[in-house]
């Protein structure tokens, strides 16, 4: 069943209870049909909030169907504060205790391009297939004021329809190299979830509902998966413009 859906919240504090029960709700429902759950998560200040809760809400048995896996990640050492598989090691994976087997990150310390390739074949073994790419059952993602979301950027959109299912970039401002599932593999998953907050998305999420201004030089705004499952969990401060 295709389903379209906008959820806005008073603030960043209610957006994150409500996708946890959300999570919550769809944990339960994989569990119950005893069916793994694979999903691929995002990087930035709002994720770390929920996964600090969950961590206080839920036990290392509730994760058991559970595989996760990252949208994209920055090329550094897993104990540097910017990396996000360590940010989540410390506050969710290691607080619970969660099967190792169960954590799929991507290497921040390796060459870009090599680790990129490896992913990208771990996802295509873990995952089932679809038009050629790797499907999810979630994908969670964030959106930057410049409009890219994972690690695809203005500057390099031709890498939203690489063939493969991983892609080395770089930011365009500091020239860090990142690694980031492409959109191909974000348009092939059952679920897609942008989670944003801040006044300081704003515009560009005005921009990506009503196709104005510069829309189409955002990454974000090519998010359509095939599933038709695309949701957009923000506050009010990042609706203010809708």
């Known amino acids: 069943m295709e389903r379209k859906r906008n959820y806005i919240y008073p603030e960043k504090d209610s957006l994150t209870a409500a996708f946890i029960c959300e999570f919550l709700r769809t944990l339960k429902k994989y569990s119950d049909e005893g069916r793994k759950l694979h999903i691929a998560l995002s990087g930035g200040s709002t994720p770390l909030a929920i996964f600090r809760q969950l961590a206080e809400q839920t036990t290392r048995d509730d994760w058991s169907n559970v595989h996760l896996y990252w949208g994209d990640e920055r090329c550094v050492p897993q104990d540097d504060p910017e990396s996000n598989y360590g940010s989540a090691l410390k506050v969710l994976l290691k607080p619970l205790g969660l099967d190792k087997v169960h954590i799929h990150h991507i290497r921040g310390e390796e060459k870009p391009l090599g680790e990129a390739l490896r992913y990208g074949d771990l996802l295509l073994k873990q995952l089932p297939m679809e038009n050629g790419f790797p499907v999810f059952d979630w994908v969670w993602l964030g959106l930057g004021t410049d409009g890219h979301t994972a690690s695809v950027f203005p500057h390099q959109i031709e890498l939203w329809t690489a063939g493969s299912p991983c ?44 196709k104005e201004g510069r829309h189409m030089e955002y990454p974000a705004f090519y998010v359509n998966p095939t599933s038709g499952n695309l949701e957009w969990y923000l506050d009010q401060d990042a609706a203010s413009l809708l």
Request: net charge positive.
């Open 167 to 210: 892609i080395a970039s770089s930011h365009p401002d500091t020239a860090q190299p990142r690694i980031s599932i492409s959109g191909g593999v974000i348009n092939a998953a059952k679920r897609v979830s942008f989670i944003a907050s801040g006044k300081e998305k704003a515009r560009v999420i005005r921009d990506i509902f009503f």
